[in-house]
Antibody, heavy 122, light 106 residues
Framework: QVQLVESGGGVVQPGRSLRLSCAAS????????MHWVRQAPGKGLEWMGV????????YYADSVKGRFTISRDNSKNTLYLQMNSLRVEDTAVYYC???????????????WGQGTLVTVSS | DIQMTQSPSSLSASVGDRVTITCQAS??????LNWYQQKPGKAPKVLIY???NLEPGVPSRFSGSGSGTDFTFTISSLQPEDIATYYC????????FGQGTRLEIK
């Protein structure tokens, strides 16, 4: 079965960087687009970005464009989110999410990890 | 940029009630809309895709309709396990969620 396990969250000071990882198993990772979605405490969902199955295409929400970078290592079945210049308002649970169909990006957020909490605080 | 307006922000209903949530896009998004359910402490789950298609395994009491700018999500007969927050999400231009609707049992 599809399993997505995020890691790398924790407490970080404003202005610092953090890299999240998402380990994928139970499916052919290299065939699917992957997304990052976050949720601030007590708030709604915010889609942050997507990377195509082969890493050749990436799209970001305006709120994180230029600060956050999505990448993947298909040989390690792992998705990454590099977060730079972190702000207090980046405090959230970060989810990695798989698209349901091979190759194409449908933006249907079908398979979710359990999330990892990032707290940006001095 | 496309804006999504979801209403109501919260809703209280009785078991067995018909529940309706609406989502309005600021411009025509065709049928490029999904609906999600998020239970407390859990990751969201997609219920409806492409505005009106039921995700496999999702109970038939859930349904979606609409196209263009106006969309509706309906629970035909509310069950206790449906207590959750519901979100619409457009994908006509990248992806954007509505603000969410918190559903409570009266």
């Amino acid at each position: 079965q599809v399993q997505l396990v995020e890691s790398g969250g924790g407490v970080v000071q404003p202005g610092r960087s953090l890299r999240l990882s998402c380990a994928a198993s139970g499916f052919t990772f290299s065939s699917y687009a992957m997304h990052w979605v976050r949720q601030a405490p007590g708030k709604g969902l915010e889609w942050m970005g997507v990377i195509s199955y082969d890493g050749s295409n990436k799209y970001y929400a305006d709120s994180v464009k230029g600060r956050f970078t999505i990448s993947r290592d298909n040989s390690k079945n792992t998705l990454y989110l590099q977060m730079n210049s972190l702000r207090v308002e980046d405090t959230a649970v970060y989810y990695c999410v798989r698209d349901p169909r091979k190759i194409i990006i449908t933006f249907r957020l079908s398979y979710w990890g359990q999330g990892t909490l990032v707290t940006v605080s001095s | 940029d496309i804006q999504m307006t979801q209403s109501p922000s919260s809703l209280s209903a009785s078991v067995g009630d018909r529940v309706t949530i609406t989502c309005q896009a600021s411009q025509d998004i065709a049928n490029h809309l999904n609906w999600y359910q998020q239970k407390p402490g859990k990751a969201p789950k997609v219920l409806i895709y492409d505005a009106s298609n039921l995700e496999p395994g999702v109970p038939s009491r859930f349904s979606g309709s609409g196209s263009g700018t106006d969309f509706t999500f309906t629970i035909s007969s509310l069950q206790p396990e449906d207590i959750a927050t519901y979100y619409c999400q457009q994908y006509d231009s990248l992806a954007l969620f509505g603000q969410g609707t918190r559903l409570e049992i009266k």
